[in-house]
């Protein structure tokens, strides 16, 4: 098992910047692909970014290319999300996730873990 725990989300106003972190527990954090998905009421689970093992390759949503970026530190266990420029669409719980096998983007229904999610909400 692997546990990942959310934080750093809040409420920001438009423009404004957050920064997500991720801690990993569990088994050798270095093993798993890493991940983030959000997920607005009444929609699925949207992918947003995601980091190879060794964080030497990321990868984006259209949505959010160019205003986020993830990134890892493996002696810390730790992904991030820096997001900046944050618009009012982007409001949505935030989820890290941990894949073993894919790289690139992400599907929710098959990654190995999932964390419990943290709240960002961007005001207009």
């Known amino acids: 098992q692997v546990q990942l725990v959310e934080s750093g989300g809040g409420l920001v106003q438009t423009g404004g910047s957050l920064r997500l972190s991720c801690v990993a527990s569990?088994?050798?954090?270095?093993?798993?692909?890493m991940g983030w998905f959000r997920q607005a009421p009444g929609k699925e689970h949207e992918f947003v970014a995601s980091?190879?093992?060794?964080?030497?390759?990321?990868y984006y949503a259209d949505s959010v290319q160019g205003r986020f970026t993830i990134s890892r530190d493996n002696a810390k266990s730790t992904v991030y999300l820096q997001m900046n420029s944050l618009r009012p669409e982007d409001t949505a719980i935030y989820y890290c996730?941990?894949?073993?096998?894919?790289?690139?983007?992400?599907?929710?229904?098959?990654?190995?873990?999932g964390g419990q999610g943290t709240q960002v909400t961007v005001s207009s």
């Open positions: 569990g088994r050798p954090f270095s093993n798993y692909a």
């Open positions: 980091i190879t093992f060794s964080g030497s390759s990321a």
């Open positions: 996730a941990a894949d073993s096998r894919r790289i690139g983007t992400m599907k929710w229904a098959t990654v190995d873990f």
